[in-house]
């Protein structure tokens, strides 16, 4: 249950921070600035997929598993 709480807040503060990145890119002025944020967020937006996505295997790993002894009783 740790795991799957410690991916929720992963999963959470990453999307978090890809917004963040997102609206400074946004607002940046500069060209040089812009694209440094971009590069940023894509980083974060790649952190904030992977995490998701553990984030939905573990769930349909433990849905699955109690399914499974569900129906082994």
Do not use: G, K
Request: charged fraction near 25%.
């Amino acid at each position: 249950m740790v795991r799957f709480r410690r991916l929720a807040v992963v999963a959470a503060l990453a999307w978090t921070v890809t917004a963040l990145a997102q609206f400074v890119a946004w607002t940046a002025t500069e060209e040089n600035e812009r694209i440094e944020w971009t590069e940023r967020r894509n980083l974060f937006l790649l952190c904030s997929s992977l995490s998701t996505n553990a984030l939905a295997a573990t769930t349909i790993y433990r849905y699955m598993r109690r399914f499974r002894r569900a129906r082994a009783e």
